[in-house]
């Protein structure tokens, strides 16, 4: 958490604002004066008085987390007016899908070969059913593999 | 879209002013949907949007103010990390899969070697390598995935706190830097067309509802189950 290295130095936001910058100055802690362009980000996308409505509605120990966010989402936006960070998170799903469908192909294969393998190997000898110790049963394959289905 | 002459858009209905003509607001705030413009206004600001969208072609407008009311749904579902989280979640979830599919193509590989019985040692280790530089692709292909949405992350704050994922409420995302987004997808399929399952990924109280703050329905699909 940066903060000015000065006790009169303001913070970007202030600074921005030009105004006072006071001893509890909200943005203070999260705008530095050495980082000025992540305050203008986040000013003109958001507004000061929305950020700072949303940090007070915020405990103080998640404040940086909410700035950082902000600032990202801000960036992105002026980046990509259209879309800001929803393209990014587009694109991510697209790729999660594909990713789920071939691991979906791969398990599929898999069954597939041990089940050829149980057809090949000879049944065992001992009174129990046969077992094929390079799988798992069905029900549970795709809980391994699958992450959908996992649950911590 | 637009809305009827008449009554005045959400956006005029919920400032209390007259709704012109030409109000840019209009063709994207029905008044059907008051709370997709009551989100905006509190995240972003009507008078920002109003910058925003008029910085834009006319033919851009209904995307961007889509993906502005997903962002202020998502920010005020999540005040501390809003659509930051969804990429952080999307990220976990790419890297999961991709050790998932690399497991099981090593698994199947084997299974595929142990069928060339007859094949020499050398052939055997051929089809190896083979299967692990395939395993090896996709998992670089998923580290290019990974860095090109959020490259640069910057790891001291990803694992700042340790990194209790499941729950969206404990969990501490990534500052993402380096940010690159691919724009070729397709657009019509619309910019959010979300599907996002967080069944096994833990309780994100964000997804337990289905998608509010209406975007098209065509291209949000928010399937929380």
């Not at chain 1, 393998?117 to 799988?135: A, D, E």
């Not at chain 2, 925003?52 to 920010?75: F, G, K, T």
């Not at chain 2, 094949?119 to 090896?136: E, F, M, P, R, V």
């Amino acid at each position: 958490m940066a903060s000015s290295s000065h006790p009169s130095a303001p913070c970007a936001a202030c600074k921005f604002l030009r105004r006072k910058c006071i001893q509890g100055c909200v943005f203070s802690p999260y705008f530095p004066p050495e980082d000025p362009t992540k305050f203008t980000n986040v000013h003109k996308i958001f507004g000061a008085s929305n950020v700072s409505k949303l940090l007070n509605e915020i405990a103080p120990h998640q404040r940086e987390d909410a700035v950082n966010s902000l600032a990202y989402e801000a960036e992105a936006r002026l980046k990509d007016p259209v879309y800001g960070c929803v393209g990014a998170i587009s694109v991510l799903q697209r790729q999660v899908l594909r990713l789920q469908k071939e691991l979906d192909a791969t398990n599929a294969d898999l069954i597939r070969f041990s089940s050829n393998q149980n057809i090949l190997r000879p049944p065992q000898v001992s009174g129990s059913s046969i077992q094929n110790p390079h799988v798992l049963p069905t029900s549970d394959y795709y809980g391994i593999y699958s992450p959908w289905n996992y649950n911590p | 879209m637009a809305s009827s002459s008449n009554s005045p858009c959400a956006a005029c209905k919920f400032l209390r002013r007259k709704c012109q003509p030409e109000c840019v607001f209009a063709p994207y705030f029905p008044p059907d949907q008051p709370q997709k413009f009551a989100n905006v206004h509190k995240v972003f600001g009507a008078s920002n949007v109003t910058k925003l969208l008029n910085e834009l072609h006319p033919h851009q407008r209904e995307d961007a103010v889509n993906s502005l009311a997903y962002e202020a749904d998502m920010r005020l579902r999540d005040p501390v990390y809003g659509c930051v989280g969804v990429i952080s979640l999307l990220q976990h979830q790419l890297r999961q899969l991709q050790m998932d599919l690399t497991y099981a193509k090593t698994e199947l590989s084997k299974y595929q070697n142990h069928n060339l019985s007859g094949a020499t040692t050398a052939q055997g280790l051929i089809a190896a390598a083979a299967a692990a530089a395939s395993a090896n692709h996709h998992q670089t292909l998923g580290n290019n995935l990974i860095s090109c949405c959020g490259g640069g992350v910057n790891r001291d704050h990803l694992y700042h706190h340790n990194p209790p994922f499941f729950n969206a409420r404990d969990q501490q995302t990534s500052v993402l830097r380096g940010f690159d987004v691919n724009n070729n997808y397709d657009t019509s399929a619309g910019v959010l067309a979300m599907n996002i399952s967080a069944n096994g990924i833990g309780q994100h109280s964000q997804f337990q509802q289905p998608r509010a703050a209406g975007t098209d329905d065509r291209s949000t699909t928010i399937d929380p189950s």
